[in-house]
């Protein structure tokens, strides 16, 4: 019944991994083991739980990636997670080279499937670029309850303060708000109220973000189904692209959350965006109850 695991975090963005690749995993709620095993004080301690496990059909990917939250509910997409998911399957033989010394592999998502070219895998700290696809903008697909083709700039009142929102959906649903001064907002108690607001129908990953110069970007983010963390990589997409359409920045920005930073490009509106960073192995171990 013991169930073997990875630590891997990016920018202190972490979660428990579970190889379902060298051997199949067995038949479990994942979702419920998701709280559990995160539980930074009973269990081993993370933002969520990733599955790592063949792609739906043979050839369509090397690897599939499964995320829960630390609450248990699903996510679609994790760009810290890919990044540690791919230096996992790269370490274990996969993929094929690539331009600049790197291996590329293909990982399949509940968004679709990934590039990721990665940089030393088999080190304790890999660097990996993913092609993290095409900005959704269109607020029905995102989803937001907004009027209008895009929501940018958007007024929303919460706990009787007044922001404006950009939202933008990198498979996953984003809302960013800039700010003048980071450490007036009080996220630990906005983030769950803006996350809940009713015109957000699948929830939201809320970020505050700060721009200083067309080329970089503070930022801090509260998770949908995790919470206060360390560092979002879909968030931050999500933040240059909201950059770039309340033209406070520019489209190749240093993005520096509280774990670290991320290299974003965004070449142009049709292009897709794409994400450098690190991704560290932590520690393995055997989860002794699945």
């Known amino acids: 019944?013991?169930?073997p695991f990875v630590k891997m975090h990016g920018l202190g963005n972490?979660?428990?991994y579970i190889d379902g690749l060298s051997q199949p995993t067995p038949q479990h709620d994942w979702g419920s083991l998701a709280p559990i095993i995160s539980d930074r004080h009973r269990g081993v301690g993370s933002d969520?739980?990733?599955?790592?496990v063949p792609p739906d059909e043979p050839g369509a990917a090397d690897a599939r990636m499964i995320m829960f939250n630390a609450d248990g509910s699903r996510g679609e997409m994790c760009g810290n997670g890919i990044r540690c998911v791919a230096k996992f399957v790269a370490r274990s033989g996969r993929g094929r080279p690539a331009p600049d010394h790197a291996i590329r592999v293909r990982i399949q998502s509940d968004c679709g499937v990934s590039d990721v070219d990665v940089w030393d895998a088999?080190?304790?700290?890999?660097?990996?670029?993913v092609d993290m696809g095409r900005p959704i903008l269109n607020p029905s697909d995102i989803p937001v309850r907004v009027f209008g083709d895009r929501c940018v700039a958007h007024p929303l009142r919460v706990a009787s303060a007044d922001f404006r929102m950009t939202c933008v959906s990198m498979g996953n649903p984003h809302a960013v708000f800039f700010v003048d001064d980071l450490t007036a907002i009080d996220l630990p108690r906005l983030g769950p109220l803006i996350e809940h607001d009713p015109v957000f129908p699948r929830r939201v990953n809320v970020h505050v973000a700060t721009a200083r110069g067309a080329d970089k970007v503070v930022m801090r983010s509260w998770e949908r189904g995790a919470g206060l963390t360390q560092a979002c990589g879909s968030g931050a997409c999500a933040v240059v692209v909201?950059?770039?359409l309340e033209r406070r920045t520019?489209?190749?920005?240093?993005?520096?959350l509280p774990g670290g930073e991320l290299s974003i490009d965004w070449?142009?509106?049709?292009?897709?965006?794409q994400m450098t960073g690190p991704a560290e192995e932590v520690f393995h171990g055997v989860w002794p109850r699945p």
């Open 1 to 3: 019944m013991a169930l």
């Open 14 to 16: 972490d979660y428990v």
């Open 48 to 52: 969520g739980l990733i599955l790592i």
């Open 122 to 129: 088999d080190a304790a700290v890999a660097r990996a670029r």
């Open 242 to 244: 909201a950059g770039v």
């Open 250 to 256: 520019g489209r190749s920005v240093r993005v520096h």
């Open 267 to 273: 070449p142009a509106d049709d292009a897709t965006v």
